[in-house]
């Protein structure tokens, strides 16, 4: 079995569909609705990273597929939903970031 890329250098990051990324922190304790939302578009999804990666999680627009946007081939590599696929920003924080 490959080895599963480490979630953690990508804390706090949005991983953009075009390769980039930037890091985002939450303002205060923990990320809002209102900060996820924005980060990745619109309403949000959570879903888990390959090997049960815990406590690590990234935070998706769950409508992204019925509005079209473009594949995140990055998110999809560390996401644990093969042969499903993430597109849209998405955030990888963890777990208790999220209030």
């Not at 804390?11 to 939302?37: F, I, M, N, S, W």
């Not at 998706?60 to 093969?82: F, R």
Request: glycine fraction near 10%.
């Amino acid at each position: 079995m490959p080895e599963l890329p480490d979630p953690t250098p990508w804390c706090h990051r949005l991983l953009k569909p075009d390769g980039t990324c930037a890091v985002y922190p939450p303002k205060g304790a923990h990320y809002t609705l209102e900060e996820l939302q924005e980060a990745v578009g619109g309403f949000i999804e959570i879903v888990h990273l390959k090997g049960g990666r815990r406590p690590h999680i990234m935070v998706i627009n769950e409508e992204g597929k019925v509005h079209g946007l473009p594949l995140n081939e990055h998110a999809t590599s560390l996401y644990d939903g093969s042969p499903d696929y993430i597109v849209g920003n998405a955030l990888v924080c963890l777990d208790t970031d999220v209030d």
